[in-house]
């Protein structure tokens, strides 16, 4: 008897038995070889320990900033306000730093302020030389 060939029938399916392990290898791949950004935040030196220490009203100089972007320019030891734009803080405080080598610069932003106003503020002070800043939020 003669030995007949049969033809193998060709499967119309897509082999899914190691699909799993397909998926699996790409997730390890791409998990392994993204790179997250960093976020470089704000370029501040802070102190290691804190300590309250008393300061003399009149070296301080208080920037407030307003929700609108305004900033309010106030002495430590006058009552008066002096309402500016963030550009007029440098020359401002150039001047007081002139004067008064010991001046901390104290800027209080409002809760509902932009980030960007007290960032613009403090860019401002950085330019003018200051290396006494305090950043606090203010309060009503």
Do not use: W
């Amino acid at each position: 008897m003669p030995i007949l060939n049969r033809k193998q029938r060709v499967s119309d399916e897509i082999p899914t038995a190691s699909m799993a392990d397909i998926a699996f290898l790409l997730l390890v791949f791409f998990l392994t070889t993204t790179v997250f950004n960093e976020e470089k935040g704000l370029p501040i030196v802070l102190p290691e320990q804190s300590e309250e220490q008393d300061v003399s009203a009149k070296n301080l100089i208080f920037f407030i900033v307003r929700p609108d972007g305004s900033v309010v320019v106030k002495r430590g030891e006058s009552e008066q306000e002096q309402v500016v734009q963030y550009r007029q803080v440098e020359i401002i405080l150039r001047q007081e730093l002139a004067q008064n080598s010991n001046l901390i610069a104290a800027v209080k932003t409002d809760p509902n302020a932009a980030y960007r106003h007290m960032v613009n503020v403090l860019d401002e002070v950085k330019k003018a030389g200051a290396e006494r800043i305090s950043l606090q939020i203010l309060e009503e």
